[in-house]
């Protein structure tokens, strides 16, 4: 049965946030609050949790996660920017937006595109998960909580309890964070290419 926090929306509580490290880094796989949807986060090394994962939203093999980041200095350890690059993207972290970089050597193999080499980071604006990734003090693998049967993510904290109440092991809920999922941009190339059109503003990359 998966443990309910209700966390505060702008001031998360530390005792909450840190019963939640506690079980990720007992390998558990939790849900959490993001600027654009609720998301399913485990460690980035715990295969384990990415088998859930899979097995909640159903995907295949060639589903690649996101790799979600405290800061720019803990993004620039996992993904290469080039100076041009670099001045975009800052420019609009923290955000609604998920890039595509080349990936450095540290980067996880599983977040990996097996033939491009690349990887997708973002770094979320919102204080809850703001507050789990500073108390980690590392980064999460994560996807959006779009379930196979449902057309747009779930909303509702206690909803989620309730669908997934056997097979997540937290749901942190600190109000609704919206249906919108991230804009997605290519910067592999070097030049942007708007993958997915959501909740940050893709004009600016136009």
Not at 14 to 33: F, K, M, N, S, W
Not at 101 to 128: C, D, F, Q, S
Not at 168 to 192: I, N
Request: glycine share 8%.
């Amino acid at each position: 049965m998966a443990k309910y926090f209700d966390v505060h929306p702008e001031n998360p509580q530390r005792r909450v946030i840190d019963q939640a490290v506690q079980i990720l880094g007992d390998g558990g796989l939790i849900v959490y609050p993001t600027d654009s949807c609720f998301a399913l986060g485990c460690l980035p090394g715990d295969s384990r949790g990415v088998d859930r994962i899979r097995s909640i939203r159903q995907l295949d093999s060639r589903h690649h996660f996101t790799l979600v980041c405290r800061d720019f200095a803990q993004l620039g350890q996992f993904a290469r920017i080039d100076n041009t690059v670099f001045r975009a993207v800052r420019a609009a972290t923290p955000g609604s937006y998920t890039f595509i970089l080349p990936a450095t050597k540290e980067a996880p193999r599983r977040l990996l595109h097996p033939k491009r080499r690349t990887i997708g980071v973002r770094i979320p604006e919102h204080p809850v998960a703001q507050a789990l990734l500073a108390a980690l003090d590392g980064p999460l693998l994560s996807s959006t909580l779009l379930l196979p049967d449902q057309e747009e993510p779930l909303t509702q904290g206690w909803e989620i309890k309730e669908r997934l109440d056997h097979v997540v092991d937290a749901v942190l809920d600190s109000g609704d964070c919206g249906t919108v999922p991230t804009t997605v941009v290519d910067f592999s190339q070097g030049e942007a290419e708007i993958v997915r059109r959501g909740a940050g503003d893709p004009d600016r990359f136009a």
